[in-house]
């Protein structure tokens, strides 16, 4: 029996609405503009009908799936959080933790509030970082340094922020960088004490892979305009095709929509791609990664490692996702609900979603998530 409250990612994210601040819950919750495109991710879940086969022997089930050369312990990784520990403190250890004693990816983001070394040492096997390429390529250039050195074997470029997406529920709430608490936040703050503390006792979130870029004893603020020189208008297919040439290890295009920038990729030597649209808090007209997925599918070929993310909120999701042709899927806002909504929250999250998939293989009438294709997507 799961703890009440606690047996689906919805009610997850129930318990962390109440247990965080609203401007924090918001910044995790929200989308860009009307958030329609964050709804439609949704939607393409709930519209998806699978086709199930009965009378196959699924006694023996396993998640464990073969990706990018090694096998994980199940089909999903966490996608990168930038300012984690503003929606719990010291989110990224635990999260990082969470996915290694789980045996799944965890990806850190540029915007993280940790220091890639530090997630390096917590789980070096299990950590990818992802890239911002921002107005400085020398600070690019460190970074893809840093991270080498530090063991790092995949690298995720995130191609999707050529400009800052508009979260209206954060310009409503006043959460500007640095944090600059207002009158409003006071109730908040009180009315939260678990994570106020926690915050206190941690210290306010930085952005700590760039503190090595600010100047010494870099206030807060100094941060934030360096961060916000993070994501830039000038990443095109030179800028991709240098950062391949230099990085050795895996290289994998997160952001991508389109079939033909499915293609452009493969043919610059990408590894893979993560059909994604940030989870809807870029473009909010955007169409839903579960509808991109089939074309660029089609486009790529069968052999083409695909990875989506968007939307996925439980095991029978990533189900779908591999119905409409991903090899592979990343949670994003479903491990972090987790955290902000008790201690032990990334593994309890990440065990349901396995606990589900494992029963949506069932009740497909397949061992293997890797069995799922096309043949299982209801058509009338
Ligand atoms: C609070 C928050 C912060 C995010 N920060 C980053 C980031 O720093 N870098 C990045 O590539 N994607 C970032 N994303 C997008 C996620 O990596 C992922 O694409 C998205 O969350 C997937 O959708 P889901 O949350 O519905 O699973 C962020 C998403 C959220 C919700």
């Known amino acids: 029996m799961t703890a009440a409250g606690t047996y689906s990612i919805d009610s997850l994210r129930e318990k962390a609405r109440r247990r965080i601040p609203r401007f924090a819950f918001d910044f995790l919750d929200g989308g860009a503009g009307t958030e329609a495109g964050l709804h439609r991710n949704r939607a393409a879940f709930e519209n998806l009908r699978l086709l199930p086969r009965a009378m196959v022997d699924v006694e023996a089930r396993s998640l464990a799936t073969e990706f990018l050369g090694r096998r994980w312990s199940a089909p999903f990784g966490v996608a990168p959080i930038g300012m984690g520990n503003l929606i719990w403190p010291g989110a990224d250890e635990l999260v990082a933790a969470a996915a ?123 941060l934030a305009t360096l961060m916000a020189e993070q994501s830039s208008g000038r990443l095109d297919l030179d800028l991709i095709r240098a950062i391949r040439a230099r990085w050795k290890g895996r290289m994998i295009l997160k952001g991508i929509l389109s079939p033909d920038d499915a293609a452009r990729s493969r043919d610059i030597g990408a590894d893979a791609v993560i059909v994604s649209n940030h989870g809807g808090r870029q473009l909010s007209g955007a169409l839903a990664t579960l509808e991109a997925l089939p074309a660029i599918r089609r486009k790529v070929g069968p052999d083409f490692p695909l990875i989506l993310d968007g939307g996925i909120r439980a095991g029978e999701d990533i189900a779908k996702a591999f119905a409409a042709g991903a090899n592979f899927t990343l949670v994003g806002r479903a491990v972090m609900y987790g955290v902000a909504a008790m201690p032990g929250g990334a593994g309890h999250a990440i065990n349901l979603l396995k606990s589900e998939l494992s029963q949506a293989c069932a009740q497909l009438g397949v061992v293997s998530p890797a069995e799922i294709d096309e043949r299982f997507v209801f058509a009338p």
């Open 100 to 222: 290694r004693d789980a045996d799944i990816p965890y990806i850190l983001s540029t915007a993280g509030t940790t220091a890639l070394e530090r997630i390096a040492a917590i789980a070096p096997e299990h950590a990818w970082f992802q890239l911002y390429v921002g107005k400085s390529q020398a600070i690019v250039d460190d970074l893809l340094e840093r991270v080498a050195r530090a063991g790092f074997q995949v690298l995720v470029v995130t191609v999707d922020v050529p400009a800052p997406g508009r979260r209206l529920r954060d310009q409503h709430n006043g959460l500007s960088l640095p944090l600059k608490p207002s009158a409003m936040w006071g109730i908040e703050l009180a009315a939260h004490p678990a994570w106020s503390f926690a915050t206190l006792r941690k210290g306010a979130p930085r952005f700590a892979n760039l503190e090595p870029y600010a100047a010494r004893n870099a206030s807060a603020s100094s």
